[in-house]
T-cell receptor, first 112, second 111 residues
Framework: DQQVKQNSPSLSVQEGRISILNCDYT??????FLWYKKYPAEGPTFLIS?????DKNEDGRFTVFLNKSAKHLSLHIVPSQPGDSAVYFC???????????FGKGTRLHILP | KAGVTQTPRYLIKTRGQQVTLSCSPI?????VSWYQQTPGQGLQFLFE???????NKGNFPGRFSGRQFSNSRSEMNVSTLELGDSALYLC??????????FGSGTRLTVV
């Protein structure tokens, strides 16, 4: 049973446009959510996080939105750049169980 | 199909000891990668194995080592444990990078 789902295995976006990566979760007990970026042949690197008590967090070109009622979060990248082409993981963390659960990732292709 | 299985789920060791963690990937997946998750550093890449060969390695000292067996199961070993090695160790399996599945992790506490 997947508690964190990234339903789009891949996404292609024109350079300069907005990339929107989506993530759904099933457990309302998660305390915060994280996004990681992974280039081929490298490990994931942390991008941005959001506490479950917030609905938006912004860091430069990256903004994460959290909709608790829909159990949905999204990562917006504006404007998209060629270096943004990577796999993006959504993850959710629960303090109570000391558990972090990852989605399967979405591969983002930025088109020239 | 079964997910990624990591054993043990929790482990307590003393400084100076060594520890071996195990990861069984999804059947058919040939790539296994290992990560260290800490509150301060976030998710850090340790190494990746593909078909029994280490394909990539992060910036961890030589005390951290791993291997992969012919059935794709992987083990990670940490020797001469330090307090700072306390963390959640995650592994992920994939099939040619087409989607990654993470295990539940092994929580290592060094005392």
């Amino acid at each position: 049973d997947q508690q964190v789902k990234q339903n789009s295995p891949s996404l292609s976006v024109q350079e300069g446009r907005i990339s929107i990566l989506n993530c759904d979760y099933t457990n309302s007990m998660f305390d915060y959510f994280l996004w990681y970026k992974k280039y081929p042949a490298e490990g994931p690197t942390f991008l941005i996080s959001i506490s479950s008590i917030k609905d938006k967090n912004e860091d430069g070109r990256f903004t994460v939105f959290l909709n608790k009622s829909a159990k949905h979060l999204s990562l917006h990248i504006v404007p998209s750049q060629p270096g943004d082409s990577a796999v993006y993981f959504c993850a959710a963390y629960m303090n109570r169980d000391d558990k972090i659960i990852f989605g399967k990732g979405t591969r983002l292709h930025i088109l020239p | 199909k079964a997910g990624v299985t990591q054993t043990p789920r929790y482990l307590i060791k003393t400084r100076g000891q060594q520890v071996t963690l195990s990861c069984s990937p999804i059947s058919g997946h040939r790539s296994v990668s290992w990560y260290q998750q800490t509150p301060g550093q976030g998710l850090q890449f340790l190494f990746e194995y593909f078909s029994e060969t280490q394909r990539n390695k992060g910036n961890f000292p030589g005390r951290f080592s791993g291997r992969q067996f012919s059935n794709s199961r992987s083990e990670m070993n940490v020797s001469t444990l330090e307090l700072g090695d306390s963390a959640l160790y995650l592994c992920a399996s994939s099939n040619s990078g087409a989607g990654y599945t993470f295990g539940s992790g092994t929580r290592l506490t060094v005392v």
